[in-house]
């Protein structure tokens, strides 16, 4: 197999996505070069299982490394500003995990940072390298749809009602928000021909004192409106409906989606459309960096992950939900 890979890749986190990041790099001809991971142990464990020839001692000796080219920080989300400023300000390129922080405030210093050391930053949100999103936007920008009306958005998971894990430890920067709502909130800014400027929502705190489910409205400048529903608590379908003038489009699975179905408005007919595989999320993601990187097409989307990150701030100000790095 052809070595699609052209940098050196670092993984700080061995959890799940940095099993798939390891696997997509093998996937496109070639394999991580160094893993940092809190627990020494089980970075070395990680790197046998993936034959990675190293394995820091410290964290922080990841930054401090100069043969390491790119990061991808898997870590919870309350940690990434502070891997974030160390990786950037070391001239490291980073992609990370979602949400890339826990506010508009940190993402704003990230994004200054890596201006100032000139490397690319990047959130690690499928919806933003699925293929089939930009397969949706040319059809959208054709303009055969005609103008967007209304989104719909549907994202529940079923989670134990166990309060010490991540999904409802405030600790952990727990809460539906930032684990699933960035997804909606992503597909929602992906379609919607500007950012949302006006929102309300409702929303339902766990014992805890995190979102555990909420409901969220916005509209934007042209009148285009969306609605959310999110719940930690209460299994959904992964839907995304966005209804057009002459048609809406449906998608399934949405995060890592790879087909949507076209209902035309005037005689109900359907179109399906079927671009990449949700298998390969990670290696899209990959790719994607590595064209920026590169100086080929930049297809990061940081201003999209900076307007939702705006407005998941401004939802937790108006729940009064703070984390505890906040006050």
């Not at 699933?180 to 379609?191: C, P």
Request: hydrophobic content about 40%.
């Amino acid at each position: 197999m052809e070595n699609q890979i052209k940098y050196r890749w670092a993984s700080l986190g061995t959890g799940v996505i940095a099993n798939e990041l390891a696997q997509a790099l093998e996937a496109l001809g070639g394999k991580l070069y160094s893993v940092a991971n809190r627990t020494y142990d089980k970075g070395v464990a990680f790197a046998e299982k993936y034959g990675i020839e190293k394995v820091y001692k410290e964290i922080d000796q990841v930054f401090e490394d100069p043969e390491v080219d790119i990061i991808y920080i898997s870590t919870p989300h309350n940690t990434h500003i502070n891997f974030l400023r160390k990786a950037l300000a070391a001239g490291k390129h980073v992609l990370c995990e979602k949400s890339i922080t826990l506010n508009s405030e940190e993402l704003a210093e990230a994004i200054q940072l890596a201006e100032e050391n000139h490397v690319k930053l990047a959130e690690a949100m499928t919806i933003f390298h699925m293929p089939i999103y930009r397969k949706l936007s040319e059809i959208v920008e054709s303009g055969k749809l005609g103008p967007l009306k209304v989104i719909q958005m549907n994202f529940g998971s079923y989670k134990e009602y166990d309060m010490t894990n991540r999904f409802f430890n405030r600790n952990l920067a727990g809460g539906a928000l930032l684990d699933i709502g960035v997804y909606a909130l992503s597909f929602v800014r992906w379609f919607m021909t500007s950012q949302p400027t006006e929102m309300v929502s409702q929303v339902k705190l766990a014992p805890t004192g995190v979102d555990e489910q909420a409901g969220i409205l916005l509209t934007n400048a042209e009148g285009e409106m969306a609605t959310v529903t999110l719940s930690l608590h209460a299994k959904q379908p992964k839907r995304g409906t966005i209804a057009y003038d002459k048609g809406y489009i449906e998608i399934y699975e949405y995060p890592r989606g790879q087909k949507a179905v076209i209902t035309y408005t005037e005689d109900g007919s359907q179109e399906v459309i079927e671009v990449g595989e949700t298998a390969k999320a990670l290696q899209y993601e990959v790719l994607d960096m590595e064209a920026a990187v590169l100086g080929q097409e930049n297809h990061l989307y940081l201003n999209y992950s900076r307007d939702v990150m705006e407005l998941m701030t401004q939802l937790r100000k108006d729940w009064g939900l703070v984390y505890p790095e906040e006050e």
